[in-house]
């Protein structure tokens, strides 16, 4: 890969705490006539995360957001590409020599609801990691009771099955769950698009709290932009199975350069904004990933596509201090 | 307006003041019922020995093909057998065998199926040996496995649970390809869970629900299925009274003493109902999901 990509892997200064570098993720096509194409849901990407530090990854839905976020854990197995935490690639690790890394990554999941097993109460849910790494000490009352109160439920919800809780409460266990090990990074897949906006606000603001408590690392997915502004650092923008912006939030969002996130940003509904923005609605669907375009995967969608996009593919390239972005007319 | 409110709320206090036995029975009254059936069998079962003055094995050729009378409640047999005696005692090995073909037929399912539902090479051989199973009449393995073993009690029990594996193995696999996918499992594996684990603590309880309503039917199913056995000669030992032997032995003389057919029919007709009431009753109590799909 070239040296831009490179660099835009690289966070504000500090060294990072994950790394990674053109992550593929490609599922097998079906079918045998046509012949099948692999789906490239994650079409090498690179990006860092520092210590404490938020990204936020956007996108709309099936663009390889999550993917890419389970990639990390492992949850999914990426096709090729390197996830260094640390130092460590555990990309290349084996499951079992992989398994002890998975105390500094913890995941909250995006649905609240299938994601607790229903027959647990919720006091053994979040002990669950902590057992698996062979700190059943560290689950007596007084202690689960701690972490329950950090993420704002009572000692009483100790003892519930997942049905008592609220959606909200829900996916405070979720956190509570993906907090008992004292992760360094949490990714965190759309955890609050699934509820109400009143509890999303809450739930934001709780992990801003942690993360200033613990300094915890967060990879951020969602679809909602204000959420995203708010809660981030830096944002990267993923479109189709490939990242076309990535830079600091304020600036990201002031001085948007790739057409796509321009795209995105006006579509954001605003209340009693005085200036009103240039409007470049987004026409047609995602295409396939199993049948990119050609050249630049956005060039069915561009207001700006010209026949050189279907050529080549353009590279992130420098935009500003951080800030880099794929396209070929800026 | 106000009236029928009042009326409403009239109910409601009324209703929260009963038991909750009672209002238990209300919204499940086929559940009850079947379960009151059910314990009925059972306590006749149990103590058949308490409960009948005459021997079941116990032949009086005096006494033959005799109507109810009090000696005799439900009459004799061809052999002056004492016909209400032999029905309690049929009782006992119909509940047996009921009972043990659920219970293997569910355990054998749950291991089987799910190490299928969780790998793939596994479920490639294990799915074509069911498939396999299944392509034979169940009521002609049973009959050949019958016939190639010593009859006994638990010859029955496995030659009818046999047949009846591969369904459970088809259930539980199912219902594990649906579980795995779901997101709780990921966050198992996100956790550092290990797969026995994931498998004892988020599979199985999750898959036991409508595995238990599906072993109630099963429990129903292989009682009717003994009694199959039996009257074909292939199932439990003759000198064993069971439903079906006691039937058998009652075809010749039907036309005489009706009541040899007649009672354990009936025992055997409401027990299944039983079964299959207590099913529906699972079904609807412990998955309403469920039982509006089926």
Same mark, same amino acid.
């Given at each position: 890969m070239n040296s831009t990509h490179q660099e835009a892997a690289? $966070?504000?200064q500090k060294p990072a705490l994950l790394e990674v570098r053109e992550l593929v993720k490609y599922y097998p096509g079906r079918g045998v006539w046509p012949k099948p194409q692999p789906i490239?849901?994650?079409? #090498?990407i690179s990006f860092a995360i520092g210590y404490g530090e938020t990204l936020g990854l956007v996108g709309e839905s099936g663009c390889g957001k999550s993917t890419a976020a389970k990639t990390i854990l492992r949850l999914i197995e990426p096709t090729s590409g390197a996830i260094v935490l640390e130092g460590t690639d555990i990309a290349k690790l084996s499951t079992s020599q992989f398994r002890p890394y998975r105390r500094d990554l913890q995941i909250v999941f995006q649905d609240p609801y299938s994601s607790? #097993? $229903?027959?647990?109460r919720a006091r053994d849910i979040v002990a669950e990691p902590l057992q698996n790494f062979g700190r059943s000490g560290d689950c007596d009352d007084d202690k689960m009771a701690a972490l329950f109160a950090r993420v704002g439920l009572d000692r009483e919800a100790m003892r519930k099955f997942p049905s008592e809780f609220s959606g909200g409460q829900r996916q405070r266990l979720g956190i509570a769950r993906a907090l008992a090990l004292n992760p360094k990074l949490i990714v965190c897949d759309e955890p609050v698009s699934a509820l109400d906006v009143s509890i999303q606000a809450q739930v934001i603001n709780l992990l801003e709290d942690l993360q200033h408590e613990l300094g915890v690392s967060y990879l951020f997915v969602a679809h909602d932009l204000a959420v995203v502004r708010h809660i981030s650092q830096r944002v990267a923008v993923m479109y189709l199975g490939r990242i076309v912006e990535i830079g600091p939030v304020g600036e990201l969002y002031a001085n948007p350069r790739h057409p796509y996130t321009q795209a995105l940003l006006a579509a954001v509904p605003k209340v009693g904004a005085g200036l009103a923005r240039e409007k470049t609605l987004l026409k047609g669907d995602l295409p396939s990933p199993a049948k990119p375009p050609s050249g630049c995967t956005f060039r069915t969608r561009c207001p700006m596509a010209r026949s050189e996009c279907a050529e080549s593919s353009p590279q992130l390239a420098a935009q500003g201090p951080q800030h880099w972005a794929a396209c070929h007319f800026i | 307006m106000d009236l029928s409110l009042e009326r409403l709320e009239q109910r409601i206090a009324r209703q929260a003041n009963q038991p909750r036995a009672l209002r238990f029975a209300r919204r499940h009254p086929l559940l009850v019922l079947g379960l009151v059936l059910l314990a009925i069998v059972v306590f006749l079962a149990i103590f058949a020995p308490w409960l009948c003055?005459?021997?079941?094995?116990e032949m009086n050729v005096i006494a033959r093909l005799k109507p109810s009378s009090a000696e005799h409640v439900f009459g004799t047999d061809a052999m002056g057998r004492d016909i209400f005696s032999r029905t309690l005692h049929g009782a006992r090995v119909s509940l047996l065998v009921g009972f043990c073909v659920a219970l293997l037929s569910a355990a054998v399912g749950i291991v089987v199926g799910t190490v299928a539902g969780f790998s793939r090479w596994i479920d490639a051989i294990v799915m074509r040996f069911m498939d396999g199973m299944m392509a034979i009449p169940g009521i002609l393995l049973a009959v050949a496995l019958m016939t190639l073993t010593q009859a006994s009690v638990q010859t029955v029990i496995i030659a009818i649970a046999l047949p009846e594996i591969p369904r459970v193995v088809r259930l539980v696999r199912a219902l594990v390809l649906t579980i795995r996918e779901q997101p709780y499992i990921q966050a198992a594996h996100a956790c550092g869970t290990r797969l026995p684990r994931i498998l004892a603590r988020h599979v199985v309880p999750n898959l036991l629900t409508p595995l238990i309503v599906q072993a109630s039917f099963i429990c129903a199913s292989a009682m009717i299925f003994e009694a199959y056995l039996s009257f074909l000669g292939a199932g439990t030992p003759p000198e064993v009274p069971s439903w079906g032997n006691i039937m058998a032995d009652g075809r010749s003389v039907v036309q005489l003493a009706f009541g040899v057919i007649l009672y354990p029919g009936l025992f055997l007709g409401l027990t299944v109902l039983a079964v299959n009431l207590i099913g529906d009753g699972l079904r609807d109590l412990l998955d309403p999901r469920i039982a509006k799909k089926l």
């Open positions: 690289t $966070p504000s490239k849901a994650v079409d #090498n607790l #097993n $229903p027959r647990m | 003055a005459n021997d079941p094995t």
